[in-house]
């Protein structure tokens, strides 16, 4: 498979349990490793003893020294399981629209337009 990277710039911000939980980390790694444009930040609840990424829930640092900060050509993509949803981005409204940002986006800035909630 040949994926293909624009000028933009992308950041994954990729929390799991435990490294071994990182789906397709050995991909995420060689894409990084071949495209300047691309940088993936790894944190974990339960590392292992060679761990060097992040621990613990996404925080409000994690996100300051790995996000881009606001602005209007910026995109914020959101993910993952209903608690950590409402701690980082707010969880979509009750008729799934993609609802107020909340949480930790929007103690950053990040409006409406510059989030979006899978």
Same mark, same amino acid.
């Given at each position: 498979?040949?994926?293909?990277?624009?000028?933009?710039?992308?950041?994954l911000?990729?929390?799991?349990v435990?490294?071994?939980?990182i789906?397709?980390?050995?991909?995420?790694?060689?894409?990084?490793?071949n495209?300047?444009?691309?940088k993936?930040?790894?944190?974990?609840?339960?590392?292992?003893?060679n761990w060097? /990424?992040?621990?613990?829930? %996404? @925080?409000?640092?994690? $996100?300051?020294k790995?996000?881009?900060?606001?602005?209007?050509?910026? +995109?914020?993509?959101?993910?993952?399981?209903? /608690?950590?949803?409402?701690? %980082? @981005?707010?969880?979509? $409204?009750?008729?799934?629209?993609?609802?107020e940002?909340k949480?930790? +986006?929007?103690?950053?800035?990040?409006?409406?337009?510059?989030?979006?909630?899978?």
């Amino acid at each position: 498979m040949e994926i293909t990277i624009l000028c933009a710039q992308i950041t994954l911000l990729y929390a799991n349990v435990s490294p071994d939980d990182i789906l397709l980390k050995q991909k995420l790694d060689s894409l990084q490793a071949n495209h300047p444009n691309l940088k993936v930040f790894y944190t974990v609840d339960n590392p292992t003893k060679n761990w060097k /990424g992040g621990v613990g829930y %996404v @925080s409000k640092d994690m $996100a300051l020294k790995g996000l881009p900060l606001p602005a209007d050509d910026t +995109l914020i993509l959101v993910c993952g399981p209903p /608690g950590m949803m409402e701690h %980082v @981005s707010g969880g979509k $409204a009750p008729d799934w629209s993609q609802g107020e940002v909340k949480g930790i +986006l929007k103690e950053l800035g990040f409006t409406e337009q510059m989030v979006f909630k899978f």
